[in-house]
């Protein structure tokens, strides 16, 4: 453990992320990664705790001309299939998890409970919080930041498809310059797209840090943990 910097950890993956080359659906290869790298943290004696998104299936933006809390509901349930194709890769591997979902869903998952979200943790288990906050208008990203407050987190760890945050799109303006470090503050006052200015705000309140950085690179979240250079952090 000594050369751990974070104990307990919530890492957040996008929908996206887990479609891999796909761009929709679940890519076996990819979660296999992931999973591989939570095994190895678990081992480790890190507590690791998952939030994730859907959009690889459903983001509530998707639906034009539908009302807005049925959409938003619809991309709920996307993050629930994905939870669940985490878990089963988890198990499979001998690591036990938990998915917890913010909706109400008995057959299939826990319902969550704080108390019974960090005697998992305590344990060893990893805890896979499915449907965000619960909450119609609320993004994922949202979710996150309330979820890490309230297991006590000591950092959040955003994968994304990008390798930092930039003070543009990287993919859209080459001349973009990519941050080792930036503040909340920075982040919200350049609109900069690293998480959605709520959770952004939530993590400055409860001084919970970001590690920024691309998923894509082998270890990186085993890198991130143990506090090696990689991406960008938000404090």
């Known amino acids: 453990m000594s050369d751990i910097k974070y104990k307990r950890v919530l890492l957040k993956l996008s929908g996206e992320a887990l479609a891999g080359e796909n761009k929709s659906g679940i890519s076996a290869e990819v979660v296999d990664e992931i999973t591989k790298q939570i095994k190895e943290l678990v081992e480790m004696g890190v507590q690791v705790a998952v939030v994730v998104g859907g959009g690889n299936f459903w983001r509530g933006k998707y639906g034009y001309n539908m009302e807005k809390t049925t959409s938003d509901h619809m991309g709920m349930l996307a993050t629930a299939i994905n939870a669940l194709a985490l878990q089963d890769s988890?198990?499979?591997?001998?690591?036990?998890?938990?998915?917890?979902?913010?909706?109400?869903?008995?057959?299939?998952?826990?319902?969550?409970?704080?108390?019974?979200?960090?005697?998992?943790?305590n344990k060893g288990r990893v805890v896979i919080f499915a449907c965000g906050t619960g909450n119609t208008y609320f993004t994922t990203?949202?979710?996150?930041?309330?979820?890490?407050?309230?297991?006590?987190?000591?950092?959040?760890?955003?994968?994304?498809?990008?390798?930092?945050?930039?003070?543009?799109?990287?993919?859209?303006?080459?001349?973009?310059?990519?941050?080792?470090?930036?503040s909340y503050l920075d982040i919200i006052n350049k609109d900069l797209k690293v998480m959605d200015a709520t959770a952004i705000s939530l993590c400055r309140e409860n001084n919970i840090p970001l590690v920024v950085f691309a998923m894509s690179e082998p270890n990186n979240i085993i890198k991130a943990v143990k506090g090696e250079k990689v991406g960008t952090i938000v404090k």
């Open 90 to 121: 988890l198990e499979s591997k001998g690591v036990y998890a938990r998915v917890q979902t913010a909706i109400e869903m008995r057959e299939v998952a826990e319902p969550f409970i704080l108390r019974k979200a960090d005697k998992h943790l």
């Open 141 to 182: 990203d949202t979710g996150a930041a309330v979820r890490a407050a309230e297991i006590k987190a000591d950092v959040i760890l955003v994968a994304k498809t990008i390798d930092g945050v930039y003070s543009a799109d990287p993919k859209v303006d080459p001349n973009a310059v990519k941050y080792d470090e930036i």
